[in-house]
């Protein structure tokens, strides 16, 4: 038999499936992959359902519904004070999980340089890959996950097409900085480069700080892509609707490679989502509130039972350094041991390097119901500590 793509065919599974079928089939709670345990918002579900019932449920235009586009417009105005024309700068996508693979398809030629920062979401690499680009790896290393100036700018030449930022940052749940994304800006301006900005955890920031999109820096409104995701904003992982905000010029090639990925998304899900951006500004604040109390939990109980915590400054995670608790040199196989001995399921952090990464931290997802938050604790009490 003749080889299939390389890039493709010699991949594991990704690491959330492997986690949550090994969860499933241990019957352990699952802190692995980032979904809620409660669905969104009843309302905007209620619209979903009636949409379809009432439909249309045909194709709709491939850029999006209008709603919705002027939904994602509008809600970048009212958060972040851009003005964004709905009509040529909102690509409504299946997910931000396609409308990274758009953009990433759409803009890079085989030979572009490709700057990212490490640890990193496993969808980016094989994408950049398969559309011919160089990564060049950043790495923002623990507790503090700080940026360095120095590093960053060695990682852009004159060949970087563009730099992928994923800000708040899975999994480190780290929130960059102002310093540091002036640092990406003048760095992307200087190389005449893009910035790709995967924003989908926006509104899970803590600790009372504001989202900054890398859009909203000087000179940086005609280079980003802007990625957000109702699967997050709304506690609706399952629906897989995102929308990409940027200048006309550089959406058209994305849009371009969206016209043969999936071409459109199920328009009563856009409906809602629509509906569902136009919320009041309490929904947006109870969202982040409720997560950072069960940040709080999480974080308390598994600083008690003897983890190092690392501050998580936003997204749905936090990790942990092993070490203290000579649970051994392999995230992978400690993972594993929670999953299949304590019934707790967590997500090795090194599947998030592409290669040397360390191997003594592990993510925990904190959106789950009190009670799971507690139970996954008793549990991992009753094995740590018998
Ligand atoms: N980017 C990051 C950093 C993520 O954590 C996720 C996880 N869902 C995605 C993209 C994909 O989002 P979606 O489910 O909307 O495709
Ligand atoms: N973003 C989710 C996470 O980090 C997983 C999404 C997926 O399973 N593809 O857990």
Redesign the pocket.
Known sequence: MKPANATFAELGT????VM?KLAVDHEAINL????PDTDGPEDVRRVAADAAIRGPNQYPRMMGIDELRQAVAAHEKRFYGLDIDWQSEVLVTSGA?EALADCLLGLIEPGDEVVLIEPL???YLPIVRRAGGIPRLVRVTPPDWKLDAKALADAFCENTKLVLLNNPL??AAKVFSSEELQLIADLAIRHDAYAVCDE?YEHLVFDGRPHQPLMTFPGMRERCLKIGSA??TFSL?GWKVGYITAAAQLLAPVAKTHQFITFTTPPNLQRAVAFGLAKDDAYYRGLAAGMEAKRDRLAGGLAALGFKVMHSAG???ITVDVRPLGLGNDDVEVCRKLTTEAGVAA?PVSAFYAADAPRHFL?F?FCKSDEVLDEALRRLSAFLHG
């Open positions: 990704t690491v959330f499936e949550s692995g992959q980032g979904f999980t979401y496993d969808s899975n999994p989908v699967g997050k992982t997204t749905y995670f997500i993510r997802c």
